[in-house]
């Protein structure tokens, strides 16, 4: 079914398109990736069998005779992992000429050095985008998450680099309690709606479509049940698979084969205690290292964006106030006017 409106006000409010009959142009259907069946999930309570999971799939993963890689982040997710890959490359972006995140980028270098990987620096500045942004709108079908021009980059340097499977450290977040400032109190219905939109359409869309009916299977009264929604909740599915499958390698999501036999223990994440089963799993694997903050993967948007005027076609709104809008957000702005510009007369 082709529905432009409802397209651009799903992009917008949530970084995908939510609906998955649901096209911007005859003729281009947006990428679906399903998600790793709950079934086959091995269900764990504690960090002990986080590793024993782990150590299994990732033996067995090794066994394929495949080369594997792994993308390297300053966090414990995919520092965590690099236990269950000594020795391989590992794929650490840098920004800006490494002036960007300074932090991070010496993080994930003392983890490759702890166990032996062969670091590689992917450098990442607005040439990438540039480069990437159109093959991987063409691929997806869609305007795309602000990750994925970088995740190109990476998976075409490990693939140079003979590489044929890309680990991330993804998964960890929704699995295990990571969304820390979602999970921060039990939210009222429509706060949380507010909070969880990226962008809303109604500010910047002349035609806007209300997308808030996506929330309402968790709606209980007043309040929301806003685990159950983040869990169901898919835009990094195809956000990953596109930026590194477009470059001819497969990716495994590091966590997704893993699933809390418990409940989240919400009082321990709220008083700081984030990822808890994850941090003590970085504790196994590192015992003479701080566990690191959560910090989501960098982008330079608000560099890349600081002197945009904002978008002009017809679909927005005249004379927005750019200066009200974060970095993040004109990128979807700026990406979903140029989807429509190249696809227009498709």
Request: proline letters at 5%; one cysteine or more; a negative charge.
């Amino acid at each position: 079914m082709i529905d432009k409106n409802f397209c651009m006000s799903s992009y917008l409010a949530f970084r995908n398109i939510e609906e998955d009959d649901k096209d911007f142009f005859e003729g281009l259907h947006h990428l679906v990736c399903e998600p790793f069946p709950d079934e086959d999930k091995v269900k764990v309570t504690t960090a002990k069998e986080i590793d024993k999971a782990l150590t299994e799939f990732y033996s067995n993963l090794k066994a394929t005779g495949k080369k594997l890689g792994i993308l390297l982040s300053g966090g414990m997710d995919s520092a965590s992992l690099c236990a269950y890959l000594p020795g391989c490359d590992a794929y650490t972006f840098r920004y800006l000429g490494g002036r960007f995140q300074k932090d991070e980028l010496a993080r994930a270098e003392s983890f490759a050095k702890y166990y032996n990987l062969n670091l590689h620096y992917v450098d990442i500045d607005w040439n990438v985008v540039e480069n990437s942004i159109d093959l991987l709108m063409e691929n997806r079908g869609a305007p795309v998450h602000s990750i994925e021009p970088q995740l190109y980059q990476a998976a075409l340097q490990a693939k140079d680099d003979g590489v044929e499977v890309l680990v991330t450290g993804t998964g960890g977040d929704t699995q295990f309690g990571g969304l820390d400032k979602l999970m921060s109190k039990d939210w009222d219905f429509d706060e949380f709606v507010e909070r969880f939109i990226y962008v809303d359409p109604k500010e910047v869309l002349n035609e806007p479509v209300d997308i808030t009916y996506l929330f309402e299977d968790f709606r209980h009264g007043e309040k929301i049940d806003f685990f159950g929604f983040m869990k169901a909740e898919k835009e990094f599915l195809p956000s990953y698979y596109n930026g590194i499958c477009s470059a001819g390698i497969e990716h495994v999501h590091g966590y997704m084969i893993l699933k809390m036999a418990a409940p989240i223990d919400l009082q321990r994440i709220r008083s700081g205690d984030t990822k808890y089963l994850i941090r003590e799993l970085f504790s196994m694997k590192y015992p003479d290292l701080p566990v690191p903050d959560k910090n989501p993967m960098p982008r330079p948007v608000d560099t890349y964006f600081a002197n945009w005027e904002g978008p002009t076609r017809p679909e927005f709104k005249k004379n927005l106030d750019m200066s009200k809008f974060t970095g993040n957000q004109k990128w979807l702005l700026w990406c979903l006017e140029r989807f429509l510009n190249k696809y227009e007369s498709y």
